[in-house]
């Protein structure tokens, strides 16, 4: 269907690459063949471009624009794209005229998860009791975005207040990875993930409270960096377990994802929880290929967690995230195995805090000062039924379970226990960190799933976090990057790498990042769907 | 904060607050209204004249009888509103009777995304107030939330402090007046801690049946510190003398207005009485809607002889824990709602907001800056010889207890000082309805007038003369004697001059005097005195009056 309609005229510009079609199981070091030349950059690209005067915003815009037009019917991102992108663009093109100096993300396009305000432009959270919902301020993320230059697409598709991790859980439409249309994007940041993989924006922003940057990019195969734990300022992302969500970045690079982190990041006094520790400038981390010595990662400790590769976690997987610890030896880097105790106590600890903190954050949403009021008898019916019919059955049951978890007599055995487990991950992972300088485990233990495969079973779905959800409790920075692809799909499905480093130490995980991917061969990362779009 | 975001923030806008605002109401049907634009009246405490509690007014004498045999147990939970100048968690001003919300922002209003950020202020009145309740202070205390759903609570739950309080186990010192028995008492403070308060929902004056009900935010966020009493009172006046004494502390410590009609000040008392003797408690009541510190000692009474008489009446089971209302208008205690079982507010820490940390140098040097307190000044002028009614008059009001000391430490007598502010100055105040703060009269004048009386410069008589118009317009005690020539004339020569003409012109009285009439000493001095214009020495003129009346020609 998409081969019928016409082609835009400007997409040659855009740093896309036709993927191999090939059935096999791909992965990082098996292929030895390099024909394809490593990722490039949209943002650092589209900028040379810009200063050049080879292109103008405007148009680069409307090139995403189109692929917008032409992909969307089937992949549902977006649940709202701006009117004003192009008007931005001109803003920026402008200013290119008259000489004056562009911000770092001058013309970037970015889709911005829609549980993150944007003033004046819906901000649902995917859910019915926010529908047509227009905060009257920008989050500072978005804000900082905007002062940059940067220019916010529209508000991406995701798990009704960031409850889920497929992305069907929006109360709106359910979005389809780009790999593969019948299956999952992952979620909750599904459509920030999804969007990114399939060109419709360079970069996007996400949250992450338990893996719902990490487990998206895994399965959509792009990179997703979830920072520290006060890193970006939350003030604007709408809560769902304060002590553990974070903003984070997508983008088709280490690079697009390093650069969006360090111009959101910073203390924020509208947020007692953002750190006043010092944003490194991590642009120097992004070096080109040419400058990379014969092993530039010698000497790095990395650690690949025991736990993490043992059973439940598919073979595939498996095999890539080996072939990755791999490539990283081959590039220099000292690879040991680590054990974390704790790891397996992480997840019901997770989602005893989370649910007990949504079960707090999520009582505002009440339709008395804002959201739909549902006209009833009394007080409590009003209540009753503005919730009752505004929020949808997986965020109703994490209410319940929070709302049990913190009753009297409750509290003891499941939050205040879960909080002490916590303690015990947190001292876990620092002991790992004391001796590595990153750790590595696989971002899911599968890559992405049908659509209505784990829906009706819970349970399963929520294991699919184990892989991220201690490193919420632990507080720490972690970046999902592809290396590799498992059998599934047209053209194979990719699958992460988790790196996990030490608090407030996003440049090393950027910097490795950044020379896996640039030397990883054999594999790009390019969903089948765009060999359709020119 | 509301600087930056209110800018953006336009309610209606963005269809933000459209929904609630603009639905048609239904009869019937139970709305809240987000009200932004219009002016309502607010619904202020009815002043009724005390009259006595009715149990009281019938067979007085047999409950007294009843009474003697039970005996109260109170403790009184105090939420004194802050008077700083932002909200406690955003830059919204707390101003009392600013226009239906128009002091709000998202995060007073709790907007999705919107977090608070603590307001320092909060915590310096919190040290302020639990040092001067001779309170241990945490040094590491956090903030909890306490979770309801009501439509005056934004987010859904109450930002406050569980089981870490900024302070917790002190006391207050304070003396009951005369005419309640008087009496020195010390009352164990259990805690103090930090807290935000609600909005306010109230009955839309719309006419028709519908349960429509306007909600105002402007008061939403507005930090509390709540106090929490042992329950170590045992009488309604103990338990009102309680509470005026947090208002005297709340003031001297500027911490508060400590108004009780603007709801500054805020009292609920629990209460529970058994029988003498008896070591266990009885089933604790508790009663809201106390509006005045009179409405406090006549509920209390109240509610004790109502759990008396059921007592007495073997109906003590139906004393049950609940919450009761202080009908002003009818004197008495209702069922506001009965309890079942304790509330769940599912407590648990805010994960928004960091730990308070005190440093000790930080408490230093707010113990440094308190003023002196009512205990203190109290034992202060008691020791100076004052009687405890002029301790208490003087101590109670901060700015009346300030002007007392700015006047002494002019080098005033103190009695004479006491005498003149507890009476006319007081009785001037009264009757013009002002505070000492809008007197004209400098306490250095007063000083002034004091000691120009006593050392005869004016008589006392001049002196309460221009007290008042010093009062009302200001100016100095010299200006106005030298303006108005009052110096007082204790040249004998003159005064003898002016007593042998009166004595002269009034030859009839004279010789009436002298057959016997010694009264008529009064005239002949009421028309020297008024030949001088009063300002003869009275000592004087009568001595000379009285030599020449008795003189043998």
Known sequence: MLSTLQPPRSLSLLPLRRFRNSKTIVSA??????????????????????????????????????????????????????????????????RIAKGEELGPLAGVLIGVKDNICTQGMPSTAASRILEHYRPPFDATAVKKIKELGGIVVGKTNMDEFGMGSTTEASAFQVTANPWDLSRVPGGSSGGSAAAVAARQCMVSLGSDTGGSVRQPASFCGVVGLKPTYGRVSRFGLMAYASSLDVIGCFGSTVADAGMLLHAISGYDRFDSTSSKQDVPEFQSQFLSMDHFESKPLNGVKVGIIRETLEDGVDSGVRSATQEAASHLEALGCVLTEVSLPSFSLGL???????????????????????????????????????????????????????????????????????????????????????????????????????????????????????????????????????????????????????????????????????????????????????ANVP | MSTTLLRTFQPNQFSLLGTSLLRRRRSNNFTVRFCGSQTTTTHEAKQSSPTRVAPKNHKSNKLDEILRDYEAVIGIETHVQLSTLTKAFCSCSNNYGSYPNTSICPVCMGLPGALPVLNSKVVEFGVRLGLALNCDLSLKSKFDRKQYFYPDLPKGYQISQFDIPIASGGYVDLDIPLEFGGGHRRFGITRVHMEEDAGKLLHSDTGDYSQAWNLYLNRAGVPLLEIVSEPDMRSGIEAAEYACEMQRIARYLGVSNGNMQEGSLRCDVNISIRPIGQAEFGTKVEIKNLNAFSAISRAIDYEISRQALLYNQGKADQIVTETRLWEEGAQKTVTMRKKEGLADYRYFPEPDLPEVILTKEYVDSIRASLPELPEAKRRRYEATGLGMQDVLFLANDFSVAEYFDAVIGKGAEVKLTANWIMSDIAAYLKNEKLSINDIKLTPHELAELIATIKDGTISGKIGKEILFELLAKGGTVKGMIKAKDLVQITDPVEIEKMVIQVVSENPKQLEQYRSGKTKLQGYFAGQVMKMSKGKANPGLLNKILLEKLNAKD
């Open chain 1, 29 to 94: 070091a098996s292929s030895t063949t390099s024909v394809i030349s490593p990722p490039q950059s949209q943002i650092l690209t589209s900028r040379r471009s810009l200063l050049s005067g080879e292109t103008t915003a405007v148009e680069i815009a409307k090139s995403y624009l189109s692929r917008i037009r032409l992909t969307e019917p089937q992949l549902k991102c977006f649940l709202h794209v701006s009117e004003n992108v192009l008007k931005d663009a001109q803003v920026t093109d402008q």
């Open chain 1, 348 to 530: 019901p600890a997770y989602y005893v805090i989370a649910s007990s903190e949504s079960s707090s954050n999520l009582s505002r949403y009440d339709g008395v000062r804002y959201g739909n009021q549902v006209v009833a008898e009394e007080l409590n019916k009003l209540y009753e039924c503005s919730r009752g019919e505004g929020f949808g059955g997986e965020v109703k049951m994490r209410i319940l379970m929070g709302t049990y978890a913190l009753s009297a007599g409750y509290y003891d055995a499941y939050y205040k226990r879960a909080q002490q487990v916590r303690t015990l991950i947190r001292k876990d992972f620092k002991a790992a960190l004391e001796q590595n300088d990153i750790l590595i485990s696989p971002a899911a233990p599968s890559a992405a799933y049908k659509i209505g495969e784990k829906k009706d079973d819970p349970l399963a779905m929520y294991a699919g976090d184990i892989m991220t959800v201690n490193v919420n409790l632990a507080g720490l920075p972690a970046m999902v990057l592809p290396c590799g692809l498992v059998e599934g799909g047209p053209s194979g499905l990719p699958v992460g790498l988790q790196m996990i480093g030490a608090a407030f130490d996003e440049e090393k995980l950027l910097k490795v990042g950044h020379i896996f991917e640039q030397t990883l061969k054999g594999s790009s990362f390019v969903p089948p769907l765009l």
